[in-house]
């Protein structure tokens, strides 16, 4: 099982900055990505950024350029760090881990954090 609590949201102007924190525990070595996952009042949950054990990132079109996702292996935990932030990035933002036991896929989901952007 692995086991995941977000951190870092809150109400912030347009333009500013705000970074999330996804700490992880449980069966960590199980993990092979995690990702960030947000979703607006009304609106289906999407993804938002995604890194994988390479190191590998991914990241939505709505968030290139602004959003950077990055991890500290020593914490275990993933960082989403949130620039030029926009009215319409407002919603929820979960943290999501995809993880492994024996042959089996599973993804586990944080409780989410509220990001609200206005002025």
């Known amino acids: 099982q692995v086991q995941l609590v977000e951190s870092g949201g809150g109400l912030v102007q347009p333009g500013g900055s705000l970074r999330l924190s996804c700490a992880a525990s449980g069966s960590i070595l199980s993990i092979y990505a995690m990702a960030w996952y947000r979703q607006a009042p009304g609106k289906q949950r999407e993804l938002v950024a995604r890194?994988?054990?390479?190191?590998?990132?991914m990241y939505a079109d709505f968030v290139k350029g602004r959003f950077t996702i990055s991890r500290d292996n020593a914490k275990n935990t993933v960082y989403l760090q949130m620039n030029s932030l926009k009215p319409e990035d407002t919603a929820v933002y979960y943290c999501?881990?995809?993880?492994?036991?024996?042959?089996?896929?599973?993804?586990?989901w944080g409780q989410g954090t509220q990001v609200t952007v206005s002025s």
């Open positions: 999501n881990a995809d993880w492994v036991e024996g042959t089996l896929n599973f993804g586990s």
């Open positions: 890194i994988a054990n390479s190191a590998t990132t």
